[in-house]
């Protein structure tokens, strides 16, 4: 499924201003994230949206563990290692983070973290 970037963008703002914090779960060990916290962090994923580019990851195929390069596109990252992609092979969001390729031949610094869903809760995860 191929999304050009501007449509890529406003999907992604549509979700940040969706989102609505979960309530606790009846079953929850020990105190709930507060409100506060997801407001935060909602406010850290505003300030870290880029305009969306193309760009390549790293990944493991699940059960294999094999490596694969990923073409993506990115839509946020806060400068800090937290980096949010969306894979249009997959039509889902991919949470990242920098780290240096081993392969200097291959060159690509981004690595997925192995937690996939929509871009908010992927951010949220970091």
Same mark, same amino acid.
């Given at each position: ?12 703002? *549509? ?6 914090? &979960?309530? +606790?779960?009846?079953?929850?060990? @020990?105190? +709930?994230?507060? &409100?506060?916290?997801?407001? @935060? ?6 300030? *870290?949206?880029?305009? +969306? ?7 493991? #195929?699940? @059960?294999? @563990? ?5 073409? #993506? ?14 894979? +249009? *092979?997959?039509?889902?969001? #991919?949470?990242a983070t920098n780290y240096p390729d081993p392969d200097i031949t291959r060159g690509v610094n981004i690595v997925a973290c192995g937690i996939r ?10």
């Amino acid at each position: 499924m191929e999304t050009p970037f501007s449509e890529l963008r406003q999907k992604v703002q *549509a979700e940040l201003n969706g989102y609505k914090t &979960p309530e +606790p779960h009846p079953q929850t060990v @020990g105190l +709930p994230l507060p &409100p506060s916290w997801f407001s @935060g962090r909602l406010a850290e994923m505003r300030a *870290a949206l880029v305009m +969306p580019h193309a760009s390549k990851i790293r990944d493991c #195929v699940e @059960g294999t @563990g094999e490596l694969v390069i990923v073409d #993506v596109a990115i839509v946020a990252d806060d400068g800090q290692g937290t980096i949010v992609a969306y894979d +249009p *092979a997959a039509d889902t969001y #991919v949470l990242a983070t920098n780290y240096p390729d081993p392969d200097i031949t291959r060159g690509v610094n981004i690595v997925a973290c192995g937690i996939r869903g929509t871009a908010v809760d992927c951010f949220l995860s970091a």
